[in-house]
């Protein structure tokens, strides 16, 4: 499609996919003020920036809502619409939740590109739908100045298997299931610097489904879980530890991150928003002093899950995601509270690469 029409959707695109969040000062001034109606059924809102909202009907079983939206963040406009679905679907599993429903937003230039290559970002989206076993039952679309796309997403949770994002407790490990630098692999794309191979290993990586997170939710040693996206490990780490009883020690060495991604950092390729992460989160990480940054605070783009575990339950954690055939890397661990939130250090322990 691509090649016919000589459309590149990323031209269109000041910062794609996740990298198109918010800052988080500007956040945290946009939502100030909370959420003014109060309802007792409403488990969880947007006071904990938790991944979606969960809404007790009084039946025993729980509503996750969630939705999720972005520029492009690739040129071909199937891969566009199968990452976005992945993403989307993503803040359910990071809930312990099934998704059962999507819906799509779309806005779509349609004077500056043709509406058929809309079309094949909606058949990209139902492909990822059909992975999950869920429906694309409709959506909503407007004629806009640039092309965006996401999913409204609706699942479904018995109550007591919801995870927070923010339930850390001391001692837990800390897992993560994607590796890092889809956003320096993009950044590389849009400058037509991504080698062949490493798109291959980008797709992969951001069309692939979480879904280990809705068997981890049935987990009472599962504590804590939550996506990591547009505010890079560091942010979505710090949000973990929202509950400020808690910092965390973190192996730079055993953080995983895709194959070759150092080539990239050492040519300094990497988002505008991997410094605005930085400058939101690096007061409150010790050890983040050299290009470490790079990859803390690189925006992920349906990125993987980072889960807390009880230690106890490590080997059968291990043992489950094995079977599962889900990657995993332990990367740090929950401790007492100290003068940072968070400790990166750079001990000795084996560099865990994804390859294909």
Not at 139 to 154: K, N, Q, R
Request: some cysteine; hydrophobic content about 40%.
């Amino acid at each position: 499609m691509e090649e016919t029409t000589g459309i590149k959707l990323t031209q269109f695109s000041k910062g794609g996919g996740c990298g198109c969040k918010i800052a988080p000062a500007a956040l945290e001034q946009i939502l100030q003020g909370g959420e003014s109606f109060s309802d007792k059924n409403l488990l969880v809102g947007y006071g904990s920036r938790d991944d979606a909202a969960v809404y007790d009907p009084g039946n025993g079983d729980a509503i996750i809502s969630t939705t999720d939206f972005f520029l492009p963040i690739v040129d071909d406009p199937y891969d566009f619409g199968r990452i976005a679905a992945a993403n989307a679907i993503s803040d359910v599993y990071a809930m312990g939740g099934k998704p059962v429903m999507a819906l799509a937003l779309l806005g779509w230039p349609v004077e500056k590109i043709d509406p058929a290559l809309a079309r094949e970002v909606l058949n990209g989206a139902r492909s990822i739908c059909t992975l999950a076993s869920i429906p694309l039952a409709g959506g909503h679309s407007i004629d806009s100045a640039e092309p965006i796309f996401g999913l409204a997403v609706t699942g479904t949770i018995q109550k007591e298997h919801i995870k927070r994002n923010y339930t850390v407790q001391k001692g837990d490990l800390l897992f993560l299931t994607k590796p890092l630098g889809t956003g320096i692999f993009t950044t590389a794309l849009k400058r037509g610097l991504l080698k062949t191979g490493d798109y291959e290993m980008l797709m992969e990586v951001m069309c692939g489904l979480n879904q280990i997170g809705q068997v981890l939710g049935e987990k009472t040693w599962v504590h804590a879980m939550t996506d990591v996206t547009g505010f890079g490990l560091a942010g979505h780490l710090l949000e973990m530890l929202g509950n400020k009883t808690c910092s965390a020690e973190i192996s730079y060495q055993a953080v995983p991150k895709l194959a070759g991604v150092e080539e990239y950092m050492a040519r300094f390729i990497f988002p505008d928003n991997t410094t605005r992460n930085y400058a939101a989160h690096h007061p409150s990480i010790h050890g983040m002093d050299g290009t470490e940054f790079i990859l803390m605070c690189d925006p992920q783009t349906s990125g993987g899950l980072l889960i807390a575990v009880d230690p106890g339950a490590e080997l059968e954690f291990t043992a489950l995601l094995k079977e599962q055939g889900c990657f995993t890397a332990k990367i740090g661990v929950v401790t007492e509270r100290r003068d940072f939130a968070v400790y990166l250090t750079h001990s000795s322990v084996h560099t865990s690469i994804f390859q294909l």
